[in-house]
Structures are given as structure tokens and as C-alpha cells.
């Protein structure tokens, strides 16, 4: 008869963030001056059209998801409002953005579902947003987070890349990125931080060249590409216009 194993599975071992908590604390409390509230910029009026706006910003950008959708969520705004204009008319208001014979598809079932098995309302927990067809964990995420309020993070292209060049989460893929972030961030400053990480490598860790002589955490990132140690002093930012 064969022994069944009592040994736990091994947990997954992570690569380390070069920083400490003491660092940590000072990057995330700058970000913090500088955005103390900070918002995404992809435009929605209620979870369900969040939900239809982060599904179809898969390799688009916020601007060019907000272009489509500010007409598009003016006549359909509910699963059953999306699901009366049918996918042909939903393809015609989102055609300005890539893949959008599939995203059209991809509204069209996830409103379905929604209304099927969910009651037409957004479900709040990770494991039922990713049943919903066009919904992975990053979009999942999102929404937990600007809908429901619960800290998450959601790791798109700049906080994959900022992660590796700033060795804040030296990991390969998004979702040990994830793992690392969820793990190192002082929990005060948690529910924000996606928005600050994402907000920074949009406008100032910039993919071709990082702007590090206006960069307010110069001092402390350990980055090889860095070309500036001196930190930029802190602005706040207090209101952000969605742009479209
Ligand atoms: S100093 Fe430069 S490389 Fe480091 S986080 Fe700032 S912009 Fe990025």
C-alpha cells in the first residue's frame, strides 16, 4: 500500500527586496506627501462599468480606454443596459482600441454572467471576479481595490519593471511581484500603494528615461540606472484630473 507523504507542500521562495523597512517606511511616507490621495485614471461611474474598463485596458492605455468608454457608459452603465445594446453596437463604441472584436465578446459574456449567477451585482472576492469571462487576477485586483475598498496589488508593466530596476520586487513575473509587494509595504501605507507605484513609473520611472533629477525618492533608490542622488523636494498633488 502506498504511504501517503505528510510533508507540506514548499513554499515558494521569493527573491528579496533590496530595501529594509526603515527605507521602505520613507519611500512609501514621500509618495504619500506627494499624492496623499491618490486615484487610477481609467473613468467609471460604479463597480460594474470599473470592471469593464479595466477588462478592456489590457495592452491599451488608460487614456485611450477612456476615450471609448465616456460614450459608452452613458447609454450602458449595468450589465443589462450593456447586454440590450448586444456586442455588434458595444464593438463599434470600443473599436479605437486594440484587440476590441475580442474585449467586445469579453463585455458581452461577463455581463451575462453577471446577471445570470451574480444578480447583476460585482462580486467582491478575487475568486469569483476571475470567473468572470476577460477578468484575470490584475483586473480582479483593481476592482477590489477601487471598488471595494481592500488593499490589493494590481502589478501592471511599470510596476513590473520599476520592481526589477529599483530591486523593490526583483521578480520576473506579476505575480511575484505581487507576493513581494504584499509582503515588504508597511501595512499603513498598503491600500494606496499600487496607485503611488503605478502613478510613478507612469510619469517619473519612465521605461526609456527615468527622470531622476525630478524624482523625490533619488536619495534612496538603489537603482543602477539612476543618475541623480539628490531628491527632488515634494509638491503635493492634490487633485488629479481623469484623463481622457
Ligand atoms: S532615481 Fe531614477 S531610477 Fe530611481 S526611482 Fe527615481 S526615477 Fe527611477
Known amino acids: 500500500m502506498a504511504i501517503k507523504s505528510k510533508t507540506k507542500p514548499k513554499k515558494k521562495r521569493l527573491p528579496r527586496s533590496k530595501y529594509n523597512r526603515k527605507e521602505l517606511t520613507e519611500i512609501f511616507s514621500r509618495f504619500q506627501k506627494l499624492r496623499p490621495e491618490p486615484k487610477g485614471e481609467l473613468m467609471h461611474v460604479n463597480p460594474y462599468t470599473l470592471v469593464v474598463a479595466v477588462a478592456l485596458s489590457a495592452q491599451a492605455t488608460d487614456i ?8 459608452l457608459f452613458k447609454v450602458a452603465d449595468t450589465p443589462e443596459k450593456m447586454l440590450a ?3 455588434a453596437k458595444v464593438g463599434e463604441y470600443i473599436k479605437t482600441i486594440g484587440l476590441w472584436r475580442n474585449k467586445a465578446k469579453n463585455v458581452i459574456a461577463l455581463s451575462q454572467m453577471l446577471v445570470d449567477e451574480f444578480n447583476s451585482v460585482v462580486p467582491q472576492t478575487r475568486e469569483e471576479l476571475v470567473r468572470l469571462p476577460g477578468v484575470g487576477r490584475k483586473t480582479a485586483n483593481v476592482v477590489m481595490s477601487m471598488a471595494f475598498g481592500i488593499p490589493t496589488m494590481a502589478v501592471d508593466t511599470h510596476i513590473l519593471r520599476i520592481g526589477m530596476r529599483m530591486g523593490l520586487a526583483p521578480a520576473k513575473t506579476p505575480d511575484d511581484v505581487e507576493a513581494i509587494l ?13 496607485h503611488w507605484l503605478i502613478l510613478h513609473g507612469r510619469y517619473m520611472c519612465v521605461a526609456r528615461k527615468p527622470k531622476c533629477e ?3 525618492i533619488a536619495d534612496l533608490c538603489k537603482s543602477k540606472v539612476k543618475t541623480c542622488d ?3 523636494p515634494i509638491v503635493p498633488i492634490l487633485d488629479q484630473e481623469i484623463p481622457i
Not at 485611450?64 to 460614450?71: L, P, Q, S, W, Y
Open 64 to 71: 485611450g480606454v477612456n476615450r471609448a468608454t465616456k460614450e
Open 85 to 87: 445594446l448586444g456586442e
Open 182 to 194: 504584499m509582503r515588504i509595504i508597511p501595512e499603513e501605507f498598503l491600500y494606496h500603494a499600487h
Open 214 to 216: 525630478a524624482c523625490i
Open 230 to 232: 539628490v531628491p527632488a
